[in-house]
């Protein structure tokens, strides 16, 4: 579902999870690196070229009929 039906109207607020030519995919979201840094489990690592980003509850499950089980 792209973002537009899920009332994203304008460039500034597209978050979505799309599946790169490789079979990786990417997640444009808000960058809250900083905020939640310190929150991660203790099992956590993140690198320095990492960022924590977070999307939408309705545009992960949005995705969800997208995501190949395998």
Known sequence: MPPSSRGSVTDC???????LEDGNFAVIGTDRTLELRSTLPSDAGLAAYERIVVISRQ?????KGDIPDA
Do not use: R
């Open 59 to 63: 545009t992960l499950l949005s995705a």
């Open 13 to 19: 607020t597209c978050p979505d999870i799309f599946e």
